[in-house]
């Protein structure tokens, strides 16, 4: 399995619901991403897992909550979430030791829309 | 400040060659990769320079120079799914953090 499966595809959610994204890989990658992407920008990072503990938060709102459960899913807890968060989530894995030549497997990605 | 550049957009017609520029200024650096995106999809790796000079694969070459900060896609007998954002990506330690360009949308026309 040389995949990274993300639900769901798309998500329509009002600024008061709660909702989750999720993040699945069974390469035995032991970093995970989560990055946001909105139109005609480059990939921006927000969150990184390694080892299942957080590693890096770059600054993001905390109305964005990651989870990391076990070592095959990432999580990205949304509540409260602004019309300008409306961007496309992509989660990532990698190896965590160098050497890696390949970087990221990304998945196909969240299309998030907040109303 | 960490900066990397690439064209924003390039135009090519089909069956011709396409380079894409692409020059960095990072903290520290353990990588250049080049990914293509596809509108509304992830990125796939295309390929991948730590060292410096040509990595041929395929139709895709790519090219670094470190002391210059610069690398460049070249994209050979172009074809229509060709068209797609190419983003330079460079990274900045042992393995976790990627910085990406702003992507070169690359236009192919019969």
């Known amino acids: 399995d040389t995949e990274v499966t993300q639900t769901p595809k798309h998500l329509v959610m009002g600024m008061t619901n709660k909702k989750s994204l999720k993040c699945e890989q069974h390469m035995g990658h032991r970093a995970m991403y989560w990055y946001k992407q909105k139109a005609k920008k480059p990939p921006e990072l927000m969150f990184v897992?390694?080892?299942?503990?957080?590693?890096i938060n770059e600054s993001v709102p905390s109305r964005f909550s990651p989870e990391c459960p076990n070592s095959s899913l990432l999580n990205l807890h949304l509540h409260a979430l602004q019309p300008e968060d409306s961007a496309l989530y992509l989660c990532a894995s990698s190896q965590v030791q160098a050497p890696t030549n390949y970087g990221y497997t990304f998945g196909s990605g969240t299309r998030l829309t907040v109303v | 400040g960490q900066n990397i550049d690439q064209p924003t957009e390039m135009t090519a017609t089909e069956g011709a060659i396409v380079q894409i520029n692409c020059t960095y200024q990072?903290?520290?650096?353990?990588?250049l990769f080049w990914y293509q995106q596809h509108a509304g999809e992830a990125p796939t790796f295309l390929s991948y320079n730590v060292l410096d000079g040509l990595e041929e694969k395929g139709r895709f070459s790519s090219f670094l120079s470190r002391s210059k900060g610069y690398s460049y896609l070249l994209l050979k007998e172009l074809q229509m799914k060709d068209s797609a954002s190419y983003l330079c990506a460079v990274r900045s330690d042992s393995w976790g953090k990627f910085q990406f360009g702003a992507g070169t949308q690359v236009v192919v026309t019969p």
């Open positions: 990072t903290s520290g650096f353990n990588g």
């Open positions: 897992y390694s080892y299942e503990k957080l590693s």
